[in-house]
């Protein structure tokens, strides 16, 4: 029975208003295939990249700062050339990549989490816990995002020991996006909070005395999602060009554990020496994935609006 499910729900998701619109707009399901093959590949790196640019026994000074192969002094396998270390580009974006992506995912997820709980006490609350919480995001709102970010991140970083700092480097980006992109979400779930909390169903559940926190997870939540998803998508790709700001700025990931924002800011250091490519194909990269979460984003927000249709 569990294997006939399956197949129905996969084609009544298929043949859903949702699944008409992503099958109807080609900017949609072409950046979906872009996207997943970025994540695919990125996450098989260990399997498909030419080298394991973390291995110091495959890494040749020798090899330093080739070209791509297609140009005048380019080797096999280094495709897109090597860096001044002597590792393969290619590799190095590989790699780059899925810590971009898992930095960016988290950082949404968090930061959702954090909104929607804020927006849902605040919206249900009402009153003073109302006021406090909103000024509250007020005051994180009149400071400038990637200030914020930075701020959150030194403080952090000033509070771990130093032997800790590398091998967390990641959760505490992780931590500063969070802590400045979570008003969005807070603000949309207590706007929509305050208007179900009046419908009758909300009312009923009141009266026969359900707990406040149940009313607000199993009844006001599911009705909030929709704008949340919408917003999460979109902020996913803003999410990974914060974590390559910081990394660009030197307070995101350490060399040792390159981000794309890590190799464009290294790669930067070498543009005007002629070694074009160690900044070009990352930021062709993270430009691709952006590009393609954006275009994602647009068209949930599209297909989720009832005026449209």
Do not use: C
């Not at 495959?58 to 860096?83: H, M, N, R, Y």
């Not at 780059?96 to 930061?111: E, N, Q």
């Not at 990931?253 to 074009?276: A, D, E, K, V």
């Amino acid at each position: 029975m569990a294997a006939e499910a399956n197949p129905g729900r996969l084609a009544r998701a298929f043949d859903s208003d949702i699944g008409w619109s992503f099958r109807r707009t080609p900017a949609a399901w072409i950046s979906a295939l872009v996207l997943a093959l970025i994540v695919a590949a990125s996450f098989a790196a260990p399997l498909i990249a030419p080298q394991n640019p973390y291995d110091l026994r495959q890494v040749f000074i020798d090899k330093a700062e080739l070209p791509p192969l297609w140009s005048a002094g380019g080797e096999a396998p280094f495709v897109l050339g090597t860096d001044p270390q002597g590792r393969d580009v290619l590799s190095t974006i590989l790699y780059g990549t899925r810590v971009s992506l898992v930095i960016g995912l988290a950082s949404v997820l968090l930061s959702m989490a954090i909104g929607v709980t804020i927006g849902l006490i605040a919206g249900y609350r009402g009153g003073w816990i109302d006021n406090l919480l909103m000024r509250l995001a007020d005051t994180v709102l009149s400071i400038p995002t990637l200030l914020m970010a930075i701020l959150v991140s030194a403080i952090f970083r000033e509070m771990l020991p130093p032997a800790f700092r590398e091998p967390f480097a990641a959760a505490v980006i992780v931590l500063s996006i969070s802590l400045t992109n979570w008003v969005q979400y807070a603000r949309t779930v207590r706007a929509l909070t305050m208007v179900e909390r009046k419908k009758e169903y909300v009312l009923a559940a009141r009266i026969i005395k359900v707990s406040p926190l149940r009313i607000m997870r199993r009844h006001i939540l599911p009705n909030t999602m929709t704008p949340v998803l919408v917003a999460a998508t979109l902020n996913l790709g803003l999410a990974i060009l914060s974590e390559a700001t910081l990394s660009f700025l030197g307070v995101g990931m350490p060399i040792t554990q390159p981000s794309l924002g890590t190799l464009i800011r290294i790669g930067n250091q070498y543009l005007f020496s002629g070694s074009w490519w160690l900044v070009v194909f990352p930021a062709a990269q993270l430009g691709l994935i952006v590009l393609s979460v954006n275009l994602l984003g647009d068209w949930l927000r599209d297909a989720l609006n009832p005026k449209l249709h």
